[in-house]
Nanobody, 124 residues
Framework: QVLLVESGGGLVQAGGSLRLSCAAS????????MGWFRQAPGKERDFVAA????????YYADSVKGRFTIARDNARNTVYLQMNSLKPEDTAVYFC?????????????????WGQGTQVTVSS
């Protein structure tokens, strides 16, 4: 069983920054890709960013491009999401995602494992 544990969410004013972390633990886990999704109240869960584990290629949703940065620490099986210039519309529960099947994550069907989610609230 693989466990993904997120941390770093909270309340921040518009224009501020937050850094989310997601640590993978459990049985021997060899991710091929990890990423982040988010879900605002009453909306679907949307892709935010992903990173390939071996090479470190990154991919972002247009809505966060230039403001968010995804990074990984292979030795610690941890993925980070640095969020800058936050906007009220970034308010959502952020979910960590991982796959050991695919070398990429862009949709929910690519995901094998989910974290429990961490709340990010951006006030105007």
């Amino acid at each position: 069983q693989v466990l993904l544990v997120e941390s770093g969410g909270g309340l921040v004013q518009a224009g501020g920054s937050l850094r989310l972390s997601c640590a993978a633990s459990g049985r021997t886990f060899s991710p091929k890709a990890m990423g982040w999704f988010r879900q605002a109240p009453g909306k679907e869960r949307d892709f935010v960013a992903a990173i390939s584990w071996s090479i470190g290629n990154t991919y972002y949703a247009d809505s966060v491009k230039g403001r968010f940065t995804i990074a990984r620490d292979n030795a610690r099986n941890t993925v980070y999401l640095q969020m800058n210039s936050l906007k009220p519309e970034d308010t959502a529960v952020y979910f960590c995602a991982a796959t050991d099947r695919y070398s990429w994550i862009t949709t929910m069907t690519d995901v094998d494992y989910w974290g429990q989610g961490t709340q990010v609230t951006v006030s105007s």
